[in-house]
Each structure stands twice: as C-alpha cells, then as structure tokens.
C-alpha cells in the first residue's frame, strides 16, 4: 500500500448518528476514537445525535466555524432506511466532493460483504467555513464498517489531506 506520509497531528470531530445508541453503547464512535489516537491523533469532541436532518446539521454547522475542528467524521445514518438522512442533511452542505472515497470504501466493503456494499451511501467532501476547508467523512454505522473506512482510507492520508487544504487557503 503506498500513501503520502504526514507526521501532522490532526484534530478530529466525531459525530453517531443515532435514535437509540448512548455514548456508552456507542461502539463505531469509540472504534473511531480509538484508532484516532492509536495514530496520533486527537478526538476534540465527540457526540450522538438523532437521526434528524436539522438536528445533524445543528452540530455539523458550528463545527464547520471552529477553529479547533480540522476533520469531521460521521457514522451512523447512511444507509436506504428512511431514518437514514445523514447524507441528505450534509452533503448539500459540501463545498468540492471527493468521489473517491465513496467508491473506495465500496469496492473494499463488496470484498468483505458481497453486494450488500451497494446499500451505502458512504461519503466524503470538503465543506469550507470560518477559512478553513474541512475534510468530512460520512461513514455507515456498523464498526466493522468503520474500521475498514479508517484504517485503509482515512488515517493513511489524513495527516497529508490536511496539509494540502492548509496550502490552497488564499493569502
């Protein structure tokens, strides 16, 4: 596997969207935590939410504006269920797409769980905010899922994503 390496330590907004988890019963959240930090990387905050298109976008939006926040990733509420809004709440609010990993983390998954990979409706994109474009990661909720989506996309060029959206800001 060849990646761009980067030793920047980036500070990551974890955000389950769910009806029925709490922080305790959250296990995507915490695998997500878990493999931020074994990586060097920081958690600046993490929080459950309904699935509810203007309750997520009632967190998503300050996170956008704060300059603590560099990456936001999402689990929970991708899927075809109706409560399944996660996509329909943020990625209208994406500024450029990034196809890429949406096709990714499909083809990884059908290798894992067959067709059943074509239900997701994982995603990615940058939403630009308080002068800064952030990366945010839309992720199913199972933490098999998660895994598969951070350790063979995410962390391996998170450190360097960041560095290039810190290069193309204007000056």
């Known amino acids: ?20 988890r709490t922080i305790e019963e959250d296990l995507s959240g915490a695998c997500i935590e878990t493999l931020l930090h074994a990586s060097g990387h920081e958690v600046a905050c993490r929080e ?12 998503i939006q300050p996170w956008i504006l704060c300059g603590e926040i ?5 689990t929970g509420g991708t899927g075809l269920s109706v409560r399944d809004v996660t996509p329909n709440a943020i990625v209208p609010m994406f500024t450029s797409e ?15 769980i067959g067709a ?18 952030k990366p945010v990661f839309l992720l199913p909720g199972s933490p098999n899922a998660v895994r598969l989506a951070l350790e063979m996309l995410i962390l391996p060029q998170l450190g360097h994503m960041i560095d290039l959206c810190k ?5």
């Open 116 to 133: 059943a990979a074509m239900l997701s409706r994982a995603d990615a994109g940058l939403i630009d905010g308080g002068g800064l474009r």
């Open 98 to 112: 990034m196809p890429g990993f949406g096709e990714l983390f499909r083809q990884l998954s059908f290798q894992e």
């Open 1 to 20: 596997m060849s990646h761009v390496a980067s030793s920047t330590k980036v500070r990551v907004a974890v955000l389950t969207v769910s009806d029925s």
């Open 70 to 74: 560099e990456v936001i990733i999402v």
């Open 48 to 59: 459950i939410v309904k699935d509810e298109g203007s309750a997520i976008q009632g967190i």
């Open 167 to 171: 290069l193309e800001q204007p000056t």
